[in-house]
């Protein structure tokens, strides 16, 4: 199975690191033309310069999308795409009886109200052209509901709901629009995660075998899923080959959510 993006210009949100950067870089190898996204010209210089050095056709794109005015600035430089993958998210342990208003509204803006904004702006385009694939970076969190992180879940939910209603008001139009449940990935982030909740003292390996073992022991692989095991997935559904794959909740889990549909 050959998936060949050439022609096509793709937008990916918080990818200056972890699993945003492993989804430029799968669209980068498959030939679509990638703008990198994020809050600091450092990072994002740092990530093109990467992507670059693999041979992707990639671009920079400084701008914090996660408030209006970021979003007026990156389509001033970008008015179009043919690919959104909404990745920017945010996340963080709080006991649920912690969890304060600000918090609650600083996760629904950043995780939600992000990838709603930036539909709204590409949207139209992708219809007029009659053309265009829209993704949303969920997670497992959004059908297991994480009780060291109630918001984060209820964000990713909404996440979910999103990608359906979109998919909905791009019906008939040669544009899908889906999501991708992320499973407990390996990431500097989640590194971090991890040591919040296990002993800080262990090693890498056996701090991860022991946080899957008491806080993710639902997962069938057994161990963090790597970035790239999602921009795989990513790839594909931005690819002519998904076209009849649309309004899903697509999942890259390791097999962590115990249901046959989400």
Same mark, same amino acid.
């Given at each position: 199975?050959?998936?060949?993006?050439?022609?096509?210009?793709?937008?990916?949100? *918080?990818?200056? /690191?972890?699993?945003?950067?492993?989804?430029?870089?799968?669209?980068?190898?498959?030939?679509?033309?990638?703008?990198?996204?994020?809050?600091?010209?450092?990072?994002?210089?740092?990530?093109?310069?990467?992507?670059?050095?693999? *041979?992707?056709?990639?671009?920079?794109?400084?701008? &914090?999308?996660?408030?209006?005015?970021?979003?007026?600035?990156?389509?001033?430089?970008?008015?179009?795409?043919?690919?959104?993958?909404?990745?920017?998210?945010?996340?963080?342990?709080?006991?649920?009886?912690?969890?304060?208003?600000?918090?609650?509204?600083?996760?629904?803006?950043?995780?939600?109200?992000?990838?709603?904004?930036?539909?709204?702006?590409?949207?139209?385009?992708?219809?007029?052209?009659?053309?265009?694939?829209?993704?949303?970076?969920?997670?497992?969190?959004?059908?297991?509901?994480?009780?060291?992180?109630?918001?984060?879940?209820?964000?990713?939910?909404?996440?979910?709901?999103?990608?359906?209603?979109?998919?909905? &008001?791009?019906?008939?139009? *040669?544009?899908?629009?889906?999501?991708?449940?992320? *499973?407990?990935?390996?990431?500097?982030?989640?590194?971090?995660?991890?040591? /919040?909740?296990? &002993?800080?003292?262990?090693?890498?390996? /056996?701090?991860?075998?022991?946080?899957?073992?008491?806080?993710?022991?639902?997962?069938?692989?057994?161990?963090?899923?790597?970035?790239?095991?999602?921009?795989?997935?990513?790839?594909?559904?931005?690819?002519?080959?998904?076209?009849?794959?649309?309004?899903?909740?697509?999942?890259?889990?390791?097999?962590?959510? &115990?249901?046959?549909?989400?």
């Amino acid at each position: 199975m050959k998936i060949d993006l050439t022609g096509k210009t793709a937008l990916v949100t *918080g990818s200056t /690191q972890g699993i945003g950067l492993a989804i430029a870089g799968g669209l980068a190898r498959s030939g679509a033309q990638v703008a990198v996204n994020g809050r600091t010209p450092g990072r994002v210089e740092s990530a093109v310069a990467e992507l670059r050095g693999a *041979g992707g056709d990639v671009t920079g794109l400084a701008a &914090d999308v996660a408030t209006t005015e970021g979003v007026e600035q990156l389509l001033n430089e970008l008015p179009a795409v043919d690919i959104l993958v909404n990745n920017l998210g945010i996340f963080g342990a709080v006991p649920a009886r912690e969890i304060t208003d600000e918090q609650w509204r600083t996760f629904f803006e950043v995780n939600v109200l992000s990838a709603a904004r930036l539909i709204r702006a590409y949207l139209p385009g992708m219809i007029d052209q009659s053309w265009g694939r829209v993704i949303q970076i969920a997670s497992d969190s959004a059908v297991v509901t994480p009780e060291e992180m109630i918001h984060y879940g209820v964000s990713k939910t909404a996440l979910l709901a999103l990608s359906r209603g979109f998919a909905k &008001d791009a019906a008939g139009t *040669g544009v899908t629009v889906n999501s991708v449940i992320a *499973g407990p990935t390996h990431t500097g982030g989640v590194e971090e995660f991890v040591y /919040q909740l296990v &002993d800080q003292s262990l090693p890498w390996d /056996q701090a991860q075998r022991e946080f899957m073992r008491k806080h993710r022991p639902q997962s069938l692989i057994q161990r963090l899923i790597e970035p790239e095991e999602i921009a795989n997935m990513v790839v594909y559904l931005s690819s002519p080959l998904a076209s009849a794959t649309t309004g899903g909740a697509l999942r890259a889990d390791g097999g962590y959510v &115990d249901s046959i549909l989400p």
